[in-house]
C-alpha cells in the first residue's frame, strides 16, 4: 500500500530562500528539501524538543504547552523522533497549530512505524516535513546532530521539556546557545532521571525556566494575532471585514484547500470565496492554483 506521504510532491527551498536567521548556522545548506507547506518564516517557530524514552507524564505536559499557544503565531518544529518530539507534533493536531518536523534521511526515504502515522498527519494538517538529506539517503549517526542544528536554526526559541543529562536535546540546545536562541526548560523532579538535562540548563542559568504552562507562550515568544492582526499592524492601511478577520485568524500560518475551508468554516462557500478574494487582495492568503491557499502574517 502506497504510504499517504508520497502523494505530497517533494518541493526544494533554494539558500537564496532561507530566511536571514537561518543562514546563521554551521555548515549551511545549499537547499532544504521538503514535503507539504511550508509555513511563514515570519510565524514565530517555536522548537520544542526531548528525550525518546520519556516520563508517562510527558504527553500531559506537551498538551497544556501546545494548548497555551493556541491564538498566537506559533509553529511547533520538532524532530518526529519517538517521545517527546512526536507528543509535540501530537498536541499540535490537537490543537490546531502548524506542525514541522525536520528528519535526519533522505527526503523520500520511507518513514517507518509510529512515526509514519504522525508524518502523514503533519502533512494532512497542512504541515511539512524537511531534510537537508536528498532522495532515499540512509540514515547515518552523523546526521541526527546534524539534524538539530537544522532545528534550532530555523527557532525563535528551543524548550527542553524532558531529557536525561545527555541527549539529542542537548544538542539543539548547544546550537541555540551559539545561535543566541532563546532557551527554556521544564522543571521536573530530582528523582526522575528526565529531569536531569532540564535541571541542569536552569541551575546552570542556560534556560529560564517553564513553571506555568500558562506562561508558555509569553516565554517562548509567540505573538498573540490580536496583537499582530493585520488591521492593527502600524503603517499597513489593511481594513478587513469581520467575516475575513475571523477566517485568517483561524488559519493564520496554515495551508488549506477550498473543500477544508468549507467543512471547518461556518460560511457558505459563496462567502469564502468572497472572502479569500478580499485577503488575496490585502497579500494575506496566497495560491498558486485556485484551491490550496496559504494564510501568512506579512512581515
Known amino acids: 500500500m502506497t504510504s499517504k506521504i508520497n502523494y505530497f510532491p517533494v518541493h526544494t527551498l533554494e539558500r537564496k530562500n532561507f530566511p536571514d536567521d537561518f543562514r546563521q548556522i554551521p555548515h549551511l545548506p545549499e537547499v532544504l528539501y521538503y514535503r507539504g507547506s511550508l509555513p511563514d518564516f515570519h510565524l514565530s517557530w517555536i522548537a520544542m524538543v526531548g528525550t525518546r524514552r520519556p516520563s508517562p507524564n510527558a504527553e500531559t505536559i506537551c498538551q497544556k504547552l501546545i494548548r497555551n499557544l493556541q491564538g498566537t503565531d506559533a509553529v511547533v518544529l520538532s524532530g518526529l523522533a519517538q517521545g517527546i518530539d512526536s507528543y509535540c507534533h501530537q498536541s499540535a493536531f490537537l490543537y490546531k497549530i502548524p506542525t514541522v518536523a525536520v528528519i535526519a534521511q533522505g527526503i523520500e526515504l520511507e518513514i517507518g512505524g509510529s512515526r509514519k502515522i504522525v508524518a502523514e498527519k503533519i502533512l494532512e494538517s497542512g504541515g511539512a516535513i524537511i531534510s537537508e538529506y536528498p532522495g532515499k539517503t540512509p540514515p547515518l549517526a552523523f546526521m541526527f546532530p546534524q539534524r538539530n542544528r537544522i532545528i534550532a536554526g530555523l527557532s525563535k526559541s528551543v524548550t527542553l521539556i524532558e531529557s536525561k543529562d545527555r541527549g539529542g536535546g542537548l544538542l539543539t540546545v548547544e546550537y541555540a546557545q551559539k545561535l543566541k536562541r532563546k532557551i527554556l526548560a521544564v522543571p521536573g523532579s530530582l528523582l526522575s532521571e528526565t529531569a536531569q538535562g532540564p535541571n541542569r540548563l536552569i541551575s546552570q542559568k542556560i534556560a529560564e525556566p517553564v513553571w506555568n504552562p500558562n506562561d508558555f507562550s509569553d516565554l517562548c515568544g509567540a505573538r498573540r494575532l490580536t496583537d499582530i492582526s493585520p488591521q492593527n499592524l502600524p503603517g499597513m492601511g489593511i481594513r478587513l471585514s469581520e467575516s475575513a478577520q475571523k477566517l485568517f485568524d483561524q488559519n493564520a500560518g496554515f495551508t488549506h484547500s477550498l473543500n477544508d475551508l468549507c467543512a471547518n468554516s461556518s460560511f457558505p462557500i459563496s462567502q469564502i470565496l468572497a ?25
Open 275 to 299: 472572502i479569500l478574494t478580499e485577503l488575496e487582495i490585502a497579500g494575506l492568503v496566497h495560491s498558486k492554483d485556485g484551491d490550496a491557499f496559504h494564510f501568512s502574517i506579512p512581515e
